[in-house]
């Protein structure tokens, strides 16, 4: 069974940092393209980043560019999301996601449960 | 940048038809996909590349599009299928992905 689990997610100060992680097991964690996606409080999905296998493409969504480092670790089937100079509408429940397969295309199919990350002086 | 479109909000009685759309440009040349979200879930992948479905997700969700617009038809709906849907598509060169802002399905 596929699994993703975040942790490191709490309350920051404005221009602080903070390091999400997420445990994926049940696959081969190395073949897929792994995505990060948050959703701030009463409002819709948001795109985030992307990292394919190898971490051979990276890709980040313009609100997070320079700001947010996404990497994975693959002998400890791991995915990081590395979040500096946060600012308050960084405040979010924020979401790993698999592919459905190792095809890119094809739709964000396993979500973990989501962390929240909460952006206040 | 790339944006999606869709109607805040949509209402159908039990065992009726839903269509809920989502509009975007570049819709004619990229693909569409399809999420369920209840409130304090993740969402759910219910149609990727426009019309395919995934295993598990029932029949009653069909996916189509058409020009500029994207639709995903709910036929017989059921009390279950409450909750907001969003559509998804991304920039075939970028490779970034957008979500429109969801349409909240209210079951009558």
């Known amino acids: 069974e596929v699994q993703l689990m975040e942790s490191g997610g709490g309350l920051v100060k404005p221009g602080g940092s903070l390091r999400l992680s997420c445990a994926a097991s049940?696959?081969?964690?190395?073949?897929?393209?792994m995505n990060w996606v948050r959703q701030a409080p009463g409002k819709g999905l948001e795109w985030v980043s992307s990292?394919?296998?190898?971490?051979?493409?990276?890709y980040y969504a313009d609100s997070v560019k320079g700001r947010f480092t996404i990497s994975r670790d693959d002998a400890s089937d791991s995915l990081f999301l590395q979040m500096d100079d946060l600012r308050a509408n960084d405040t979010a429940v924020y979401y790993c996601?698999?592919?459905?397969?190792?095809?890119?295309?094809?739709?964000?199919?396993?979500w973990g449960q989501g962390i929240l990350v909460t952006v206040s002086a | 940048s790339y944006e999606l479109t869709q109607a805040p909000s949509v209402s159908v009685s039990p065992g009726q038809t839903a269509r809920i759309t989502c509009s975007g440009d570049a819709l004619p040349k990229v693909y569409a996909y399809w999420y369920h979200q209840r409130p304090g879930q993740a969402p759910t992948l219910l149609i990727y590349k426009d019309t395919k479905r995934p295993s598990g997700i029932p029949e009653r969700f069909s996916g189509s599009s058409s020009g500029t617009t994207a639709t995903l038809t709910i036929t017989g709906v059921q009390a279950e299928d409450e909750g907001d849907y969003y559509c998804q598509s991304a920039d075939s060169v970028s490779r970034y992905w957008v979500f429109g802002g969801g349409t909240k399905l209210t079951v009558l």
């Open positions: 996601a698999r592919l459905l397969s190792s095809d890119f295309w094809s739709g964000f199919a396993y």
């Open positions: 049940g696959f081969a964690y190395s073949d897929f393209t």
């Open positions: 990292i394919t296998t190898n971490s051979s493409y990276i």
